[in-house]
């Protein structure tokens, strides 16, 4: 028996097996480039316009702006309550008169608070530690370690102060209220104020000491 018919058969069902081969590869190659251009599309989507939505808002404080705190002898500007940061980070500016005392030495337990002297000179006390910290020196205090800071000079001082995250700056809004009309807050009202914004005296631990001979 001859084994043309069956040959042509074979043959018949290659070329059926590659034309589909052939039809499936286009399609693939089809498919892949719909997603390339899904892709490019959204890429281009984002990068001219970022996530969806509008922009967020650019904060800009003027020289003259922000909230104005007065706490004894210390004049606060709040830069940044939070607000416009997700609440991850707060930035004060504060001018201590001369001879101004800090508060008691204190520990923070949810913030890192960082002090950038501008002018003048700042004594941080941190434990028995004194460092006096001219202008220029940054200081940084993570949660849990002692610190206080004064200004035990003739001259004003100036201070960046960071809080993250924000939780401090309600603390120095609380605070003014105690200053109203010209008094001073007592050291239990200073701890009661404190204790609402995780922060607590820091036990045994001297406050600022006088300027060193």
């Known amino acids: 028996m001859s084994d043309e018919p069956r040959n042509s058969k074979n043959a018949e069902h290659a070329e059926h097996a590659e034309h589909a081969e052939h039809a499936e590869h286009?399609?693939?190659a089809e498919h892949a480039e719909h997603a390339e251009h899904a892709e490019h599309a959204e890429h281009g989507e984002h990068g001219?316009?970022?996530?969806?939505g509008a922009d967020p808002a650019v904060s800009v404080v003027g020289p003259g702006d922000g909230e104005t705190i007065l706490l004894g002898t210390t004049r606060m500007r709040v830069l940044e309550d939070g607000s416009h940061t997700g609440h991850r980070l707060g930035m004060a500016e504060s001018v201590l008169a001369p001879h101004t005392p800090g508060p008691p030495q204190h520990r923070h337990a949810r913030h890192d608070e960082g002090f950038y002297v501008i002018s003048g000179t700042v004594r941080?006390?941190?434990g028995d530690e004194d460092i006096d910290a001219t202008a220029g020196t940054l200081v940084m205090v993570p949660p849990g370690a002692p610190h206080t800071?004064?200004?035990?000079t003739g001259e004003p001082a100036r201070m960046l102060s960071t809080f993250t995250p924000d939780l401090y700056v309600q603390y120095f809004r609380d605070l003014e209220e105690l200053y109203a009309g010209?008094?001073?807050p007592t050291p239990e009202e200073s701890r009661k104020?404190?204790?609402r914004y995780a922060t607590e005296p820091a036990t045994g631990s001297a406050g600022p000491r006088g300027t060193r001979s």
């Open 182 to 184: 010209g008094r001073t």
């Open 124 to 126: 941080f006390t941190v």
């Open 48 to 52: 001219e316009h970022g996530e969806a």
């Open 26 to 28: 286009a399609e693939h």
């Open 149 to 152: 800071f004064a200004n035990t």
């Open 193 to 195: 104020t404190m204790s």
